[in-house]
């Protein structure tokens, strides 16, 4: 027993140090900007778990850096939600999913699945588009997915989603992100396929040319006959192979959308707290938003070019082909119709940009009007909410319609110059000396030349549609240059007893602005059940943001069980917290959904526990679907005091260590109130009350007394009420 243990302790050791090893070549490698190798991004720690393992094999095929979890690391297996562990320390989300009818023969990436018959996770690694294979950690051995292993498998799986990297995040990282998730087959069928679809077009001039210019003077029926079978075979083919490079660039846009639209949405969710304050929620989504449309050019209008690029090489040389004057001429031609071209873009551009910055400010302002429609009908402000839209709303359209107009501009001038430039090219025939082309080479060189210059002004179009790119990244660099709120290097404290501790914490929200918290020292102990009361702006709420990690202290430390708040992983610490805020909303949906929102994995079961500990339970009993009534969020609804009793059932369903509850109960009866405070009584967990109904506060272990962003008071409710300083006043204050 005890060899097994030495053996299983020198395990744990060596991964630690394996881990410690990778991560000091990865800042090194950082360091010098060189591209870390994969197979040592991916971290090959030796962690004997089962679930590590296929997860380790599922992030590799994915591209995403696998990490044990703390516990793991120590050698405990032991986790109500290991995967969940894992996919933390990793920092990348899952979702459960079902495995669906033949789903072996798609293309839904790498999956962690389970078998029917013990639960034993496996991984689902695709080996091509249409083909899947399976790894077990097991015995490390693989084999093809078909009908008969499909069958081993649970229904439900678990697919992970690769995040942006934990960093400042430039252009050159968004294009690796991108290049990682397509196949590389993919990516070579799309080139194969232009490739050769370039040089099939470009046999049809030549064919036309030999029509004219020997099989139709000549009457060989025939042979005329076998040329066009031979054009509707290169019609055909060049069909194929346009078809087949849809299909492939169908699953590179396919794959990269998902995967960076998963990313963006991680990365908003991670971003620090004050990040929010500087954007409206519509803007926000359209910075988002902004980042899919780089991708939708990258993936469709870089591609459109380099094909348009190919195909206009091969007309090119048959120009010079048939009549290398001409062929000098055709591109001075298509040189200056380009220019102009990318004149009228440039000029588009610039109204692009207008527009971008426009959109975003309406869609934010949308967004606020709506949310808060109620109150501008209870104000009676419908027709000055209406003129806030209709001007920004005007403005759009108004310079949309002059991008519209130049952008009709340039498609006439296109027209026109079509049928120009064949003039011209007809006038230099006629003209210059030394160029002898019969009819049939010049219909040849004719339909290359349109097909060139169709060719280049597609390539013209891309160009511009790339430089759409820069005021779109500019829009999303916010979202991509803010560090998340947590990195690899914060520990994580682990199950927190309840002891928290504020040493000589200062704060204040702008640098040259006043102190909101000065020198705020106070210790609560595990079960403590703790008040803190004080006027409006004394900095309750403000110490409270700071507890959640949503500020950080201009000066002093934060202690949970002794844990530095700034050293931690704050996910870790909130996990642990029930959290009722006076601007705490619902989301929309049902009240369930409500409930265990930040709790996926609890039963409604457990929902009716946390609502009749909550006083909530007959309330939600009476309505008409029960759990499953659907609530706005505003929860327009339901009463005040529902509302508030709802958030208290959500902070406590998971049973938390820390309750934190700012004016959580300002609505609740004197009943409800009681049955509340014995149930949380009953959980035996430290609570923290901001109050001003100072009467809820009676039972407190210790109270403190804020005012001017220092503690100027602490002690029982009756101890402070005795001493007659500010506390005794803003009792009376109530009680008058």
């Known amino acids: 027993m005890k060899k097994t243990e030495e053996v299983l302790r020198n395990k744990v050791k060596k991964a630690n140090d394996d881990t410690l090893m990778n991560s000091g070549l990865t800042k090194l490698a950082n360091t010098l900007n060189f591209k870390v190798p994969r197979d040592m991004a991916t971290e090959e720690v030796l962690i004997d778990n089962l679930l590590f393992k296929a997860c380790a094999a599922v992030g590799k095929a994915k591209k995403i850096i696998i990490l044990p979890s703390p516990g793991l690391r120590k050698g405990n297996a032991a986790s109500k939600d290991l995967l969940g562990d894992i996919a933390r320390a990793s920092q990348m989300r899952t979702r459960k999913i079902i495995l669906k009818e033949n789903w072996w023969q798609e293309d839904n990436g790498a999956l962690l699945a389970y078998r029917e018959a013990d639960g034993q996770p496996v991984a689902l690694l695709p080996v091509s588009p249409v083909k899947y294979k399976l790894y077990d950690p097991a015995d490390d051995s693989q084999v093809m997915v078909d009908q008969v292993v499909a069958e081993t498998l649970q229904a439900q799986a678990d697919t992970f989603y690769r995040p942006l990297p934990p960093k400042v995040v430039g252009y050159k990282d968004l294009l690796r992100?991108?290049?990682?998730?397509?196949?590389?087959?993919?990516?070579?069928?799309?080139?194969?396929?232009?490739?050769?679809?370039?040089?099939?077009?470009?046999?049809?001039?030549?064919?036309?040319?030999?029509?004219?210019?020997?099989?139709?003077?000549?009457?060989?029926?025939?042979?005329?006959?076998?040329?066009?079978?031979?054009?509707?075979?290169?019609?055909?083919?060049?069909?194929?192979?346009n078809l087949t490079r849809s299909f492939a660039l169908h699953r590179i846009e396919g794959r990269t959308e998902a995967d960076l639209q998963a990313a963006v949405w991680d990365r908003l969710l991670s971003l620090p707290v004050p990040f929010f304050k500087e954007y409206t929620a519509g803007e926000l989504a359209g910075r988002a938003m902004g980042i899919s449309a780089i991708r939708s050019i990258l993936s469709g209008a870089a591609v459109n070019s380099l094909v348009s690029g190919i195909f206009a090489v091969f007309y090119f040389i048959l120009l010079f082909y048939y009549s290398g004057k001409l062929a000098l001429i055709a591109t001075a031609i298509v040189a200056l119709i380009m220019a102009v071209s990318l004149l009228f873009g440039w000029l588009q551009i610039r109204y692009e940009r207008q527009l971008i910055d426009l959109n975003n400010t309406l869609s934010g302002k949308v967004f606020g009007l709506l949310t808060g429609i109620s109150k501008i009908k209870t104000s009676g402000a419908e027709k000055r909410a209406f003129h806030q839209w209709?001007?920004?709303?005007?403005?759009?359209?108004?310079?949309?319609?002059?991008?519209?107009?130049?952008?009709?501009?340039?498609?006439?001038?296109?027209?026109?110059?079509?049928?120009?430039?064949?003039?011209?090219?007809?006038?230099?025939?006629?003209?210059?000396?030394?160029?002898n082309l019969g009819a049939g080479k010049f219909i040849a060189f004719h339909a290359a030349f349109s097909s060139y210059l169709g060719a280049m002004l597609e390539v013209s179009g891309v160009i511009l549609q790339l430089n759409i790119i820069k005021p779109l990244y500019e829009r999303t660099k916010p979202i991509l240059e803010t560090l998340p709120e947590f990195d690899q290097e914060k520990t994580d404290p682990g199950e927190l007893a309840g002891n928290i501790e504020i040493s000589h914490v200062n704060f204040r929200y702008h640098p040259a602005g006043p102190l909101i918290l000065d020198?705020?020292?106070?210790?609560?102990?595990?079960?403590?059940?703790?008040?803190?009361?004080?006027?409006?702006?004394?900095?309750?709420?403000?110490?409270?943001?700071?507890?959640?990690?949503?500020?950080?202290?201009?000066?002093?430390?934060?202690?949970?069980?002794?844990?530095?708040?700034?050293?931690?992983?704050?996910?870790?610490?909130?996990?642990?917290?029930?959290?009722?805020?006076?601007?705490?909303?619902?989301?929309?949906?049902?009240?369930?959904?409500?409930?265990?929102?930040?709790?996926?994995?609890?039963?409604?079961?457990?929902?009716?526990q946390a609502a009749r500990m909550a006083?909530?339970?007959?309330?939600?009993?009476?309505?008409?679907?029960?759990?499953?009534?659907?609530?706005?969020?505003?929860?327009?609804?339901?009463?005040?005091?529902?509302?508030?009793?709802?958030?208290?059932?959500?902070?406590?369903?998971?049973?938390?260590?820390?309750?934190?509850?700012?004016?959580?109960?300002?609505?609740?009866?004197?009943?409800?109130?009681?049955?509340?405070?014995?149930?949380?009584?009953?959980?035996?967990?430290?609570?923290?009350?901001?109050?001003?109904?100072?009467?809820?506060?009676?039972?407190?272990?210790?109270?403190?007394?804020m005012d001017k962003g220092r503690i100027v008071e602490q002690g029982s409710y009756q101890e402070l009420f005795d001493q007659g300083g500010l506390f005794t006043q803003l009792v009376k204050r109530q009680l008058a």
């Open 177 to 241: 992100y991108l290049a990682d998730g397509i196949w590389k087959s993919d990516a070579v069928t799309v080139l194969a396929m232009g490739l050769l679809g370039g040089l099939l077009g470009a046999l049809t001039p030549v064919v036309t040319g030999i029509i004219f210019d020997s099989v139709i003077p000549d009457g060989e029926k025939v042979l005329l006959s076998q040329i066009g079978f031979l054009l509707i075979a290169i019609a055909l083919t060049t069909f194929a192979f």
């Open 390 to 435: 209709a001007g920004d709303f005007s403005q759009v359209r108004k310079v949309t319609y002059r991008k519209e107009t130049l952008g009709n501009k340039m498609a006439v001038f296109n027209a026109m110059m079509n049928i120009i430039a064949t003039g011209f090219i007809f006038f230099a025939l006629i003209k210059l000396n030394g160029i």
């Open 519 to 608: 020198d705020v020292v106070l210790e609560i102990k595990q079960g403590d059940y703790v008040g803190i009361v004080g006027s409006s702006g004394s900095g309750k709420s403000t110490l409270f943001r700071l507890l959640l990690g949503f500020e950080k202290a201009e000066s002093g430390q934060i202690f949970y069980d002794q844990h530095d708040l700034g050293n931690v992983d704050i996910r870790s610490i909130r996990r642990q917290l029930g959290v009722v805020l006076q601007s705490g909303q619902l989301m929309y949906g049902s009240i369930f959904d409500n409930i265990v929102a930040a709790n996926p994995g609890l039963t409604i079961d457990n929902a009716w």
């Open 615 to 705: 006083g909530m339970e007959e309330d939600i009993k009476s309505m008409p679907m029960g759990m499953h009534t659907m609530v706005s969020e505003d929860g327009g609804t339901l009463s005040g005091g529902q509302r508030q009793r709802l958030l208290i059932t959500r902070a406590i369903i998971s049973r938390p260590k820390i309750i934190y509850f700012d004016e959580a109960t300002s609505a609740l009866d004197n009943k409800t109130q009681k049955i509340v405070s014995e149930s949380l009584a009953g959980l035996g967990a430290t609570r923290v009350v901001i109050a001003h109904r100072l009467s809820t506060i009676a039972n407190c272990n210790k109270i403190f007394v």
